[in-house]
């Protein structure tokens, strides 16, 4: 089972307020995504890297950014906060060398 | 079209019998295919992976790939109302990172 962790789970927030989802795992992976996924929709990556200091766009352009300062940490920041962006996002890790990835609980995210 | 698509279902199968699922890849993805499981409101959790040619089996679960045909699919066998599920089929992409396509809702009747 993977060591992928989340925070938070659920949020609310108003329009125009900054937020960070918070995405951390145990595993030593260098790899580590975030996705958007709304309900009965396919996944879309939004967000990769391959290890410190390295950050890349996905193939879903998106207004937020991300950091990866440390290995075990890749935090997601929205500035400010929109209805669009209300949806689901999975914070996924995966080895060097491998293309297996381990999703975590995923946060849901309602901006009002 | 898409780089990797999937039927979307709904599929119903009655509890005990062969669920089949399959998946169709254009030649921007690679020859490494995953199926995930993602129950409703829940992350998705990896079930099989397959990178060559022919079947792979795990307990229930039977991945078979053609390279040929460019498909994917998925068998699962006795299948269980806990089984009910969607399955989402992913392989490498063209950025070299995983393309997953829609995903297939699976509905075990009991």
């Known amino acids: 089972e993977a060591d992928i962790y989340q925070t938070p789970r659920y949020l609310v927030i108003g329009t125009g307020k900054k937020i960070t989802l918070e995405c951390s795992q145990t595993m030593g992976h260098d790899k580590m995504y975030w996705y958007q996924q709304d309900p009965g929709m396919e996944l879309h990556l939004i967000h990769y890297?391959?290890?410190?200091?390295?950050?890349e766009k996905g193939d879903l352009s998106s207004e937020s950014t991300v950091s990866r300062i440390r290995t075990e940490h890749f935090p997601l920041t929205l500035e400010s906060a929109r209805p669009s962006h209300t949806s689901q996002y999975l914070c996924?890790?995966?080895?060097?060398?491998?293309?297996?990835?381990?999703f975590g609980p995923g946060t849901r995210l309602l901006v009002l | 079209q898409k780089e990797v698509e999937q039927n979307s279902g709904p599929l119903s199968v009655p509890e005990g019998a062969i669920a089949s699922l399959n998946c169709t890849y254009s030649?921007?993805?690679?020859?490494?295919f995953f199926w995930y499981r993602q129950y409703s409101g829940k992350s998705p959790e990896l079930i099989m992976s397959i990178y060559s040619n022919g079947d792979k089996e795990d307990g229930r679960f039977t991945a078979q790939l053609n390279k040929a045909s460019q498909y994917v699919s998925l068998l699962i066998r006795d299948s269980q109302p806990s089984d009910s599920a969607t399955y989402l089929c992913?392989?490498?992409?063209?950025?070299?990172?995983?393309?997953f396509g829609s995903g297939t809702q699976l509905t075990v009747l009991p």
């Open positions: 890297s391959y290890g410190v200091n390295s950050t």
């Open positions: 992913a392989g490498r992409g063209s950025a070299r990172q995983l393309t």
């Open positions: 030649d921007r993805v690679s020859q490494s």
């Open positions: 996924a890790s995966g080895l060097a060398g491998q293309e297996t990835q381990y």
